[in-house]
């Protein structure tokens, strides 16, 4: 049925199967290199020191020295003594956000001005269409996932990090964090949580400690228990980790992609995922969304799933607590031996809107949200936020995200927490998604999906035409072959 | 072939006849589109033509008053009589240089500014172009201690794009009404020269609930649509020729004209683009004649067996039909997902793989079915609407002459609500062209498992596919391009199919 | 005389064996056509969370999915489902009855009305409702700022009803059945063309009336994407479909989609609620008799 009504179409993608599919992902940009060689997270390169105090080109804002100082900062911005800032951030954090603006407003609150902090709630991968479509309404601080930074940076609704407080923000932040946030070496957005990438959720009831190494090992083990391990093979942002792996390289400069996808690395890249294919049905579930993933946990036949921790409530409840474990990716048959299945990356960041009336005021707001200690608020642990629930109980407000911070990272909880370990051991594998444009996406995920229909019984020459079709439907400048 | 002819023929020939007049008359029904599209501009410019001639020559031999007209709205009508319906026209002329003045004229000259520098993400000035929409860059200042930047918007191309178009619509509105008013400043004339008297306010007011009814019907319904379905249009066509693609995306960037590069670009582009655009079009055909035709035909047999003598509870069947269009679109089609898909509910239910929406086929199977299940509450309750109107004694006499059941449907219910319902079927037909939901919500134009499509797959329509085109890619231009296309292809196909069927020849043949 | 109680008897019967044979086919219908609706009504009842489970009853059987749309307050600070509620059913109504006038009008217009553009407007009426127009959605925005209305729920009725102009064809189609003889007696009678339309047309196309005010109510429960755009981040002023659907992404899907299926079933009901007020109406009379003798 056509309702005659119905004439417009949207730029906000609100529909469940794109959400489910792709994750939040919209097209991506950025700077071209790979996210940090070094494999610890720690102690990067930049030069060693994670507190928060010293080093001569920074100046700790936050720290109760400057209070004042920030004080007389808000009080120079406020037009007729209020100084007025909307926040956006996703439902779910809304209760957290509000927390925590109450203690920006309780730390910095004066006699001068009157802070008005409204934080309201729009879903983080809508947040560049709907400044798009007013940029005069947006909010003033607003949280999204990396991924949108390119299409924020070039409509221009999105404000450059004042570079004083950026020398803090490197400085604070671990390197492939503060990368995904600049695009061409130039600042956006201040990092905020590192865990909006994937990794392996599996039963321990199911699987020992050995059986998670290799990709292979699981099928196994699972198939041999009656259970199923999911992988989204027709989903291009989990199955372009195949071609990382086989070092296959890509990039994008915000209108042509480059990549070396169409050659032999991707070919062994493609056979690998045929091999993964030919367990489809035994142990094996190439296909599925995140209500795929916790029915699949619920009802018993899923025991392991390549996914992220946006998921770890549900399947927490689905399996019990006690019984989750979380770890990097397998490894992959590829060229006869066993690689480091690659992953996209993926973080939450804040940016300040660009017209905004109260740069300054914003710039503080958004880099105390995403500061060492409300990181740590925000993920809970031995700094766990409570509040009450309507009928008065105790209520956890800390979401469990994990920071980008590099002090917050050492912190016993988060050496302890299993989603953080994994993030921590997949970083180094992990490709940030500006490294891919907008047309990657659908081609990449057709790939899979062939391969996956088929079983991975194709022929090499039909896996060579599939090859090159997919990366000519994303590849423009490059005529590899 | 004549009447008598035609009813001696058996039926199989009869149907073939009709065929081959059907088939036959398409390639006649084409060329006479040509020829009235041709006759259309063809008209248009004699229109014009004449339009000049005659506004010369009413000048030449109008009085004080015509002439005085042509700069002055309504002084004809005042002179010769008709006082109120001048002074409206001279208010709506004084409201619309007031108008320009105030708006218009800055929008109109805005549309085409030169020597505008063309600014980079930090504010540096990286080039200088011509013929861009808008001239004010956008500009960052560093403020405070902590040197924040604070961008100040300039001109947004888009925004000024569609206010241009608002005013050259207005300005067209504006100049047929001055005609208008040159026509009606003569025309009273004459009627004076005559001896009689002009029509006064209150005659005129009445005309508008008599004769010209027409116009009081339609003025609001047309407004409407001028400014909410021909404005986006129109503004979309001009984003055509414009550079309006992800590197010029405002707030912050400005645009310019491109001419027809676009069209060029769009034409020649990667192949992969083309093999897809063939596939997806025969798909889009398909599917719109599929859907159309069983949601049509099982509309009238459910509304047949509702509406049947002797079968109870009539408005319980209609009600529980309805409840099922009562529950919104995407909620529906959104269950329908879930409980199709790969291990959904109906997998899991009956404990097989269906594969209803992961195979290629099945999946375009699956659509039309769910489809049926969409649409035929409304089909069934338009047809009832129908069936209910048709006079009970056509069928007594009917019954009198011996008809049977069969027999009466299809010489009286059926050509009755065909012919009511051609124009609809026509306008269901063009719109499941462009039936977005039904396919994007359950299937989101997938399976995704054919590499040979380019960022689309197996269900995807046209529509769908542009949809995600702009939406993966940014590049408005481009789309506005392949829009175009599609609109001129659907647009012809209907026109023709509509100006060919018998509705439209017969419209009085059924009162 | 046997014959024809015979034939009569036979007939009677034959028709009996069809109205059995329509009945079973109707249930069966009835049951499939019902069964999504009833597995969403299940899953509303349904108090363990998550999205897709394999059974169809519940396991948990709770009302606090529709109480809690309401008066949880960790629901309706991100989501204020009553609000949603009441600005659709305020949009649905205005723009039913603009809408239903504007067929009406329009309708008319192209049956009755001899002019002399009037088969442009028909060739243009078919074609410009097929222009596929996501373009349109920035530009229906940027026109309401023009008069500094944008975001507002009068702006969504205006929208609403400004497509309906093009949705005669049903209406015309029925209008050009009516026989034109009652016209024509009613300008003998001296009735002026909007005379005619009101006294006599109207009351003859109930059916047809009915059925364009209950689609021109029930599009604004339906439509998400226009109204998300529109009304930006204003939350207040969302409509039922567009706060609906921000209860399905990835993050909330699985705390809440139960309650996604309770406020999918309240919509149905002033939707059928409102069918059921209509369906004396639309049992209309009939023409017949109007014109003959």
């Known amino acids: 049925m056509v309702s005659k009504r119905k004439r417009a179409l949207a730029l906000v993608l609100t529909g469940m199967m794109a959400a489910a599919a792709l994750a939040g992902c919209t097209d991506g940009g950025g700077s071209t290199t790979t996210s940090s060689s070094t494999p610890a997270a720690q102690n990067s390169s930049a030069g060693g020191s994670e507190g928060s105090t010293d080093a001569a080109a920074t100046t700790d804002i936050l720290s109760d020295a400057m209070v004042n100082d920030v004080k007389d900062m808000l009080a120079s911005e406020a037009k007729d003594g209020k100084i007025t800032l909307k926040v956006w951030c996703s439902s779910s954090d809304l209760q957290f956000e509000k927390w925590l603006k109450d203690q920006f407003i309780e730390r910095y609150s004066d006699s001068r001005y009157e802070l008005k902090i409204t934080p309201s709630s729009v879903e983080e991968p809508d947040v560049s269409s709907k400044l798009q479509a007013d940029v005069s309404k947006g909010a003033d601080v607003f949280s999204f996932p990396d991924d949108q930074l390119r299409t924020l940076v070039d409509t221009g609704c999105i404000a450059q990090v004042s570079s004083i407080l950026n020398e803090n923000v490197k400085k604070e932040n671990t390197d492939a964090s503060v990368e995904v946030c600049s695009i061409d070496g130039v600042p956006y957005a201040f990092p905020k949580t590192s865990d909006n990438g994937y990794f392996l959720y599996y039963d321990k009831r199911v699987f020992s400690d050995d059986d998670i190494k290799t990709f292979d090992g699981i099928i196994s083990k699972a198939n041999s228990q009656n259970k199923n391990v999911l992988f989204a093979m027709d989903n291009a942002w989990y199955n372009a980790g195949f071609f990382f792996t086989a070092g296959c390289e890509s990039s994008y400069d915000g209108k042509t992609q480059t990549t070396d996808f169409d050659s032999d690395k991707g070919l062994s890249a493609v056979k690998a995922m045929a091999h993964i294919c030919e367990s489809a049905g035994s142990g094996f579930i190439g296909s599925g969304g995140d209500a795929d993933v916790l029915a699949g946990f619920q009802n018993g036949t899923i025991a392991a799933a390549v996914t992220g921790t946006w998921n770890g409530p549900g399947i927490k409840e689905a399996i019990g607590e006690e019984n989750v474990g979380a770890t990097k990716l397998p490894t992959i048959l590829i060229n006869g031996e066993q690689q480091q299945l690659c992953s996209f990356g993926g973080y939450k960041v804040e940016g300040v809107r660009a017209n905004t009336e109260f740069p300054t005021a914003a710039q503080v707001y958004a880099y105390y949200v995403t500061s060492e200690q409300s990181q740590l608020y925000r993920y809970g642990g031995a700094n766990v936020v409570k509040g009450k629930d309507k009928d008065g109980n105790d209520k956890v407000l800390s979401r469990g995200f994990i920071p980008t911070n590099k002090a917050a990272l050492e912190t016993e909880d988060l050496k302890n927490d299993e989603a953080a370990i994994a993030t921590n051991e997949q970083r180094p594998y992990s490709k940030p998604q500006s490294i891919v444009g907008g047309k990657f996406w659908s081609p990449q995920g057709n790939l899979g999906g062939s391969i996956l229909a088929a079983k991975g019984n194709l022929s090499e020459d039909e896996m060579k035409t599939q090859l090159k079709d997919t990366v000519t439907a994303f590849n423009k400048a490059s005529d590899n072959s | 072939m004549n009447y008598l002819d035609y009813v001696q023929m058996t039926k199989g020939q009869q149907i073939a006849y009709n065929l081959k007049k059907f088939f036959t008359g398409i390639p006649g029904a084409i060329k006479n589109l040509f020829l009235v599209i041709g006759a259309f501009f063809g008209n248009i410019f004699k229109t014009i033509g004449n339009g000049f001639a005659n506004y010369g020559s009413r000048f030449a031999k109008g009085d004080i008053g015509t002439k005085l007209s042509y700069i002055v709205m309504g002084a004809g009508n005042i002179f010769h009589g008709q006082v109120v319906k001048g002074i409206i026209m001279l208010a709506l002329e004084i409201g619309y240089f007031y108008y320009m003045a105030v708006f218009g004229l800055g929008q109109l000259a805005k549309l085409y500014c030169n020597n505008v520098p063309i600014t980079d993400a930090q504010g540096n000035t990286i080039a200088i172009a011509n013929g861009v929409v808008g001239s004010v860059p956008s500009t960052i200042e560093y403020v405070g201690i902590l040197q924040t930047p604070q961008t100040k918007f300039g001109d947004d191309s888009s925004v000024i794009l569609l206010y241009g178009v608002l005013t050259i619509l207005i300005t067209i509105a504006f100049f047929a009404l001055y005609i208008g008013n040159t026509k009606s400043a003569y025309a009273t004339q004459e009627i004076k020269a005559a001896g009689k008297q002009p029509k006064s306010i209150v005659q005129e007011i009445k005309s508008l609930f008599d004769e010209r009814f027409h116009i009081t019907l339609l003025s609001l319904p047309v407004l409407l649509l001028l400014m909410f379905t021909v404005l986006p249009i129109i503004y979309t066509v001009f984003m055509a020729f414009t550079n309006y693609d992800k590197e010029h995306q405002p707030p912050k960037n400005l645009f310019w004209w491109v001419g027809f590069k676009n069209f060029a670009d769009v034409f020649y582009s990667d192949p992969a683009t083309s093999r897809t655009f063939g596939k997806i079009l025969v798909w889009t055909i398909v599917w719109a004649i599929f859907a159309t035709f069983t949601n049509y035909v099982a509309g009238i047999i459910l509304a047949l067996m509702i509406n049947k003598k002797g079968i109870k509870l009539k408005a319980m069947w209609r009600t529980i039909f309805v409840v099922t269009a009562a529950v919104p679109q995407f909620v529906t089609l959104l269950i329908m997902n879930l409980m199709l898909r790969d291990n959904g509910t109906l997998d899991t239910m009956f404990n097989t793989q269906f594969h209803f929406l992961s195979n290629a086929m099945n999946a375009r199977i699956t659509v039309i079915v769910v489809n049926l299940w969409v649409g035929i509450p409304y089909t069934m309750l338009i047809t009832s609407g129908l069936l209910m109107n048709i006079p009970e004694d056509l069928y007594e006499s009917a019954r009198i002459d011996g008809a049977n059941a069969v027999q009466q449907f299809t010489k009286i219910t059926f050509p009755y609500i065909f012919f009511v319902t051609t124009p609809y079927l026509i306008t269901t037909f063009v719109g499941n062209i462009n039936n977005f939901n039904v396919i994007f919500l359950l299937t989101g134009g997938g399976p995704n498992n054919d590499t040979s499509y380019s960022q689309s797959g197996p269900t995807d329509l046209l529509v769908t596919w542009l949809y995600k085109l702009t939406l993966n890619e940014k590049d408005f231009n481009l789309a506005a391009v392949i829009g175009i296309i599609v609109f001129v292809i659907t647009a012809a196909g209907s026109l023709i199919t509509f100006n060919m069927s018998k509705a439209s020849k017969n419209e009085e043949e059924f009162s | ?293």
């Open chain 3, 1 to 293: 005389m046997t014959n024809t109680n015979a034939a009569q008897g036979g007939y009677a019967s034959k028709r009996k064996a069809a109205n059995v044979a329509v009945y079973i086919i109707l249930s069966v219908m009835s049951v499939i056509w019902i069964f999504p609706i009833f597995w969403l009504l299940m899953q509303s009842f349904r108090g363990e969370k998550g999205a897709i489970v394999p059974y169809v009853f519940p396991k948990q059987w709770t009302f606090s999915n529709y109480t809690r749309l309401f008066n949880d307050p960790d629901i309706t600070e991100a989501f204020p489902y009553g609000k949603w509620f009441l600005n659709t059913l305020i949009v649905a109504i205005f723009s039913c009855l603009i809408s239903t006038f504007i067929v009406l009008m329009v309708s008319y217009a192209f049956s009755r009305l001899r002019f002399k553009s009037r088969k442009t407007f028909l060739n243009l009426g078919l074609i410009l409702g097929m222009f596929p127009g996501f373009m349109s959605m920035a530009a229906t925005y940027n026109i309401m700022k023009a008069f500094h209305i944008e975001g507002t729920l009068g702006a969504l009725v205006i929208v609403y009803s400004a497509g309906a102009g093009l949705g005669y064809q049903v209406a015309k189609g029925y209008f050009d059945t009516v026989s034109r003889s009652l016209d024509e007696a009613a300008m003998i009678d001296g009735a002026t063309r909007s005379q005619i339309f009101y006294k006599i047309i109207l009351p003859l196309s109930k059916p047809i009336i009915v059925y364009t005010a209950l689609t021109t109510f029930i599009g604004p429960w339906t439509d998400y994407i226009f109204v998300s755009y529109f009304m930006l981040d204003d939350k207040e002023n969302y409509t039922v479909a567009a706060g609906l659907v921000q209860l399905t992404n990835a993050t909330t899907m699985y705390d809440y989609f139960t309650l996604f299926c309770a406020g999918a079933v309240l919509v149905a009901i002033p939707i059928t609620i409102l069918f059921v007020i209509m369906q004396k109406f639309y049992v209309a009379g009939v023409t017949g008799g109007a014109v003959k003798g």
